[in-house]
């Protein structure tokens, strides 16, 4: 089968196509045959070596795929075979035409939703909703939305007031991106490519507030967004560092101003965001969040796909498809 091998970590030239032996299932395991291959922000930063992989390369790589269930291993129930679904690998696996996953990783694809848009949507409002419900907002509150055109930050952008935002705030990476944020429904957008945009915001607001900061970017802003916030009630939900680096944030700082800081991640952080999945893929097959699909390509493509996400241009998710998963 056809298959994307990380050969190394570095430049998306590391991703080379090959062929490789078909994966078998094994014990708690099932096999689908890839119909739509999200590729994922984080990846990226694990295929350059920012962020450590959890086994050595050569390796096939990916996190997710989307696709029929062909096969499966002992102790699975043998009725999977012919589900649509999408399985989660441990992070490699997933760029390939047939992929090896553990059962408990999938989420059945509703017969409304295509492949490509339930590989699309399902990791961004996967991660969305936990932050959502962590948030608690109360219907009353400002929120600021990093990021808000794209992955993450679009889908928290569509459901912030649904949670209970009252305003919405966004930032995006130049004007493209500003527009699709507000037709997403942020009330207000800054570009954040500006070095001052943390400026600009204290100006937008005019002396108000924000009770809750999402936070994508991390890095020196997210210090500066403190003196915006709302005592005592204000609080920054870090799930991201688009900067390179997390929020630069003291125990002091949030002390004396009567903040709080939530570190989104971990592994009972991951456990919620599987565990909203099927609410996910749902509510994208009834037409409650919109999946936002940029391109879709080979999946031999798939160097070409990481060069395109890492210079920040898409406005939606570029879906990898194997000449196997073609209908």
């Not at 590989?119 to 109360?138: D, F, K, R």
């Not at 944030?249 to 991951?270: E, H, K, N, Y």
Request: charge should be negative; aromatic fraction near 4%; proline fraction near 6%.
């Amino acid at each position: 089968m056809q298959a994307i091998v990380m050969t190394g970590t570095g430049g998306p030239e590391v991703l080379v196509a090959r062929e490789v032996p078909e994966p078998q299932a094994g014990a708690g395991e099932v096999v689908i045959r890839s119909e739509a291959i999200p590729v994922l922000f984080p990846e990226t930063r694990l295929r350059s070596g920012e962020f450590p992989l959890g086994a050595p390369p050569p390796l096939v790589f990916g996190f997710q795929a989307a696709g029929v269930v062909t096969e499966v291993g002992s102790q699975v129930d043998p009725g999977l075979i012919g589900q649509r679904v999408v399985a989660a690998t441990k992070g490699f696996g997933a760029y390939a035409e047939f992929v090896a996953a553990s059962a408990d990783s999938l989420t059945f694809i509703p017969d409304r939703l295509s492949a490509v848009d339930a590989a699309a949507v399902l990791m961004n409002g996967s991660v969305a909703i936990p932050l959502l419900e962590t948030a608690a907002l109360s219907g009353v509150e400002t929120v600021l939305v990093e990021a808000a055109a794209t992955g993450i930050g679009s889908a928290l952008t569509q459901l912030a007031k649904e949670y209970g935002a009252a305003r919405v705030v966004a930032t995006a990476g130049g004007p493209a991106k500003a527009e699709q944020a507000r037709k997403l429904g942020a009330d207000v957008v800054i570009d954040h490519n500006d070095p001052a945009w943390t400026t600009r915001l204290r100006e937008i607001l005019g002396g108000a507030t924000v009770d809750v900061v999402f936070d994508a970017i991390g890095g020196a802003s997210a210090a500066e967004l403190l003196d915006v916030m709302t005592p005592p009630r204000g609080r920054m939900l870090g799930y991201g560092w688009l900067s390179g680096a997390p929020a630069q944030v003291s125990a002091s700082d949030l002390i004396t101003r009567g903040l709080t800081f939530t570190g989104c991640a971990g592994p009972d952080w991951l456990a919620r965001v599987a565990e909203a999945g099927s609410t996910v893929l749902a509510r994208a097959a009834e037409g409650g969040l919109t999946s936002l699909v940029e391109a879709v390509l080979p999946l031999d493509q798939a160097s070409r796909a990481h060069r395109l996400l890492e210079d920040r241009t898409p406005l939606g998710k570029i879906v990898l498809r194997p000449e196997s998963g073609v209908s």
